[in-house]
């Protein structure tokens, strides 16, 4: 399981029935303001220099995502002069995380970036912080029962409607407007893919008139994904394409296409993976793939908690933009995305 994973992890949220969106919303229905919009200015630079501040970043797990959040973050942590004196990855372990939050507080960090495991956990193991003054900035996710701007600075994640409406442009553009799909969700609550999933839903339903989706299956498992689009194929044999809600499954779903000899039902997904993406360069099946700014985001996280540090408003939720990658910007895609350069066997 590729970014799903690493932006939401177990952190499930209680989210509202999701209605027919026209923008990313927060956990509790906060409105998204863009991430080109959290800004330190270069006129505030000597102050937040001249204040000795510190960081540390206390993430879920290690990856190129993460990686890349990381990188975003300390980039703009080394322009602002502000060390990071801890970064830990929990491996996808509240309790590990818990631990890593007590260990970061003995060096006494000014701000902490975390994305939390469990938001009951959670809301625990960042008291002490909280109680010290520490400005937080969350990724993803909120612990329970804490409020903007008293208890956080704030949430930055991906623009999860935008995510899923371009990729059911993506898909609607291969197909030529036209044709039937097959919608496959993630089946749990969770409020990134339930945004991302509902979004694409919501496109193809209110902006392709001539597309209808004809086959809608859940799933939890990535495993069952080739199961899943078996039997999707043969209910729906002239099927022209599928949504898949994350790359790990799309792999799945890939192979289900190949084993049927299946060369004209175009997939979309979300979240980068070679392996998807080589499919796509090469002209089969995957049609594109959308991800997110994890760079961006890093950057936004660090910037909005020296803005607290500085006692300026910060909003509560912020977004990053998505990017529509396909075989014709690949490399471009993976750069802005990552921040890295996409696997050779892409290029």
């Not at 409020?147 to 993506?170: C, N, R, S, W």
């Not at 799909?181 to 969770?190: L, M």
């Not at 594109?288 to 908690?305: H, T």
Request: with cysteine.
């Amino acid at each position: 399981m590729k970014h799903f994973l690493k932006t939401c992890a177990a952190a499930v949220l209680t989210v509202a029935a999701l209605p027919a969106l026209a923008q990313t919303i927060g956990p509790n229905g906060e409105t998204a303001t863009p991430s080109s919009s959290i800004t330190v200015p270069q006129a505030d630079v000597d102050a937040v220099k001249a204040g000795n501040y510190t960081a540390a970043l206390l993430w879920h797990d290690q990856s190129d995502f993460v990686n890349a959040v990381t990188a975003g973050a300390t980039d703009e942590f080394d322009r602002l002069g502000i060390k990071v004196v801890a970064t830990t990855s929990a491996g996808f372990d509240a309790a590990k995380q818990r631990s890593d939050i007590e260990t970061a507080l003995t060096k006494e960090p000014s701000i902490i970036l975390s994305l939390p495991l469990d938001p009951v956990t959670s809301a625990a193991a960042f008291e002490e912080a909280k109680e010290e003054g520490v400005k937080l900035v969350f990724l993803s996710n909120l612990p329970a029962g804490y409020e903007h701007p008293k208890d956080y600075a704030a949430i930055v994640t991906d623009d999860l409607f935008q995510m899923g409406k371009q990729a059911a442009d993506a898909l609607a553009a291969s197909m030529g407007n036209e044709g039937t799909v097959g919608w496959i969700f993630h089946d749990a609550s969770y409020y990134v893919t339930n945004q991302r999933d509902n979004a694409f839903k919501t496109t193809i339903e209110n902006d392709y008139p001539n597309i209808s989706i004809v086959a809608e299956q859940g799933i939890s498992d990535p495993a069952r994904a080739e199961e899943i689009a078996n039997a999707m194929l043969l209910r729906n044999p002239d099927i022209g394409g599928i949504y898949v809600t994350w790359a790990g499954p799309a792999e799945g779903v890939l192979a289900a296409l190949r084993a049927n000899g299946n060369k004209d039902t175009k997939i979309v997904t979300l979240d980068l993976s070679e392996p998807v993406a080589l499919d796509m360069k090469r002209g089969g099946n995957v049609a594109a793939i959308v991800a997110d700014e994890a760079y961006e985001l890093g950057r936004a996280m660090a910037a909005a908690a020296v803005l607290d540090l500085l006692d300026q408003d910060v909003p509560p939720f912020v977004v990053a933009p998505a990017v529509t990658v396909t075989a014709d910007n690949i490399a471009e895609g993976w750069m802005q995305s990552l921040h890295i350069e996409a696997p050779e066997s892409v290029r």
